[in-house]
């Protein structure tokens, strides 16, 4: 095949990384699940955990066009992901600086991990560059950010970033989840290594749990010696659903953003609501820094509700929008970041981060906006 770049993103989404099915061709990757292969007289010896099989191998290759990287590693999830990622450039005594607002999965794993390990840390006070610059030591080898941020959607300057890294020989490492492929494309800004729960926006239908590194062939050859000792690698059932969910990732993607500034711009201007986190409203602090790197501003949002109107009594009146604890699935969900994916943190830890009791977080869906504003509505008045 011609190299991806010269296809439409569409394109590489359908036909990138596809195992031919050379014997009964077959129009969809046929599913190798062997977990045992040949070793003498063969190019390459593959084992599951080394992350090569037929269908492992072919699917990091259209994680890494769609990253416009030089090669890719999937994982069993998104932290085996960025845990590997981590410890494959940090050792005892080196330093990582990282972005104070990040999904408290990965908070959680620095503060509870990198001590036994006698990694350094520090957190920045915001998203700004100007809070990383004094964070830099000698010993430092990473920043590590995250750009929409978990939950409230803030914005980091990822070439700013880049350029601080390099001015100090560190790697940079991002969560993409939240933006995906789709919307952003943080090696083009000049950052190393691009993660993903590919739980989310690349399998798209709430059904299957994996992870995604995309970066250049060295530093994925790096990881790949710490992660087969990890040995969080992915099912071939796993991969082949995973491959079938990028096909349709574009679509996907494109149509949750539009509903998603729509249902941003309706709940920015509701009396029930105090407050929306957006990076495509023009009231975010950070619109215009979104609007030059982001290629759509994304299908997550957060919003604050009125003081009155109790939070999981709103969400328990929900009909059509799901209470439910991942995002980025066909259906919209709604969930609360103090009680899940920060629930780890104290409440001070959560205050300090803005992560009051009563934020909401919004996975907006491909359902009919006009749907989506009715069920809140009702929502909202079942609530009062």
């Known amino acids: 095949m011609k190299e991806s770049k010269k296809y439409g993103i569409n394109t590489i989404c ?42 492992q191998e072919m699917l990091c290759k259209k994680i890494a066009a769609l990253e416009n990287t030089e090669d890719g590693l999937i994982f069993g999830s998104g932290m085996a992901a960025i845990s590997a990622a981590l410890f494959a450039f940090l050792k005892t005594g080196d330093h990582v600086i990282i972005q104070q607002v990040i999904y408290g999965g990965t908070y959680n794993f620095i503060v509870q991990e990198f001590e036994k390990y006698g990694i350094e ?32 959607l803030g914005i980091t300057d990822m070439q700013a970033v880049a350029n601080l890294a390099k001015a100090n020989n560190c790697i940079t490492m991002i969560d993409n989840t939240f933006a995906s492929p789709i919307n952003q494309n943080p090696a083009d800004f000049g950052i190393d290594i691009v993660l ?35 040995g969080g690698n992915l099912s071939d059932q796993t991969v082949w659903l995973l491959e079938r969910s990028l096909k349709t990732l574009n679509l996907r993607v494109k149509e949750q953003t539009k509903n998603a500034q729509e249902m941003a711009e309706y709940l920015e201007g509701s009396t029930n609501i105090d407050r929306v986190y ?20 994304g299908a997550m949002l957060s919003f604050e509700l009125k ?6 009594v709103f969400q328990n009146n929900l009909k059509l929008i799901k209470p439910s604890m991942s995002l980025a699935g066909l259906e919209s969900t709604m969930v609360s ?18 992560i009051r009791d009563g934020l909401i977080r919004f996975s907006v869906g491909i359902e ?17």
């Open 14 to 55: 359908v036909h990138t990384g596809e195992v031919k099915d050379e014997q009964f061709k077959g129009a969809v990757s046929p599913i190798y699940t062997a977990t045992s292969y040949a070793f003498d007289g063969v190019d390459v010896k593959r084992y599951p955990r080394y992350f090569n099989t037929p269908n």
């Open 121 to 152: 840390y520090s957190f920045t006070e915001s998203d700004a560059i100007k809070d990383f610059i004094p964070l830099v030591k000698k010993n430092t080898k990473v920043i590590y950010i995250e750009t929409p941020s978990n939950p409230l």
């Open 196 to 230: 993903h729960s590919a739980t989310k926006y690349m399998g798209g239908h709430s059904d299957i749990s994996a992870g995604a590194i995309a970066a250049t062939k060295e530093h994925i050859a790096q990881i790949w010696k710490t992660a087969i000792n990890f």
């Open 278 to 297: 957006y990076p495509g409203l023009k009231s975010h602090p950070n619109y215009e820094l979104a609007k030059k790197q982001m290629k759509g501003f």
């Open 307 to 312: 003081e009155g109107i109790n939070p999981m």
């Open 337 to 354: 970041p103090a009680q899940t994916t920060h629930a780890l943190l104290t409440e001070e830890q959560r205050l300090k981060r803005g």
């Open 368 to 384: 009919e906006p006009k749907d989506l504003i009715s069920d809140i509505e009702q929502a909202i008045k079942a609530s009062l």
